[in-house]
């Protein structure tokens, strides 16, 4: 049975720091890419981050660069977003997808408000 579990959300004051991780099973982690979206109210899903099945290649969000890092531990089957200098406009359930071929798995989510 597949499965991704996020952790790690909550209430945050602006400028502080989150780390979210994603824990999968049910299938062979390692060779999926894995991304990190998030939704706010009343807006599309949209992509925050993405990392390759090696680690070695990530790519960001403008919204998030330089404040958001994507990294994955393939021994651990886990996939982290470390989100430092939090704005309330990072508000948003942020979800996991693991996709590789035709494959694509969602997590959950796990709700990260910014607020004061």
């Known amino acids: 049975q597949v499965q991704l579990v996020e952790s790690g959300g909550g209430l945050v004051q602006p400028g502080g720091s989150l780390r979210l991780s994603c824990a999968a099973s049910g299938f062979t982690f390692s060779i999926y890419a894995m991304s990190w979206y998030r939704q706010a109210p009343g807006k599309e899903r949209e992509l925050v981050a993405t990392?390759?099945?090696?680690?070695?290649?990530?790519n960001y969000a403008s919204s998030v660069k330089g404040r958001f890092t994507i990294s994955r531990d393939n021994g651990k089957s886990t996939v982290y977003l470390q989100m430092n200098s939090l704005e309330p406009e990072d508000t948003a359930v942020y979800y996991c997808?693991?996709?590789?071929?035709?494959?694509?798995?969602w997590g959950q989510g796990t709700q990260v408000t910014v607020s004061s």
């Open positions: 990392i390759t099945r090696t680690g070695g290649s990530t």
């Open positions: 997808r693991a996709q590789w071929a035709g494959n694509t798995y």
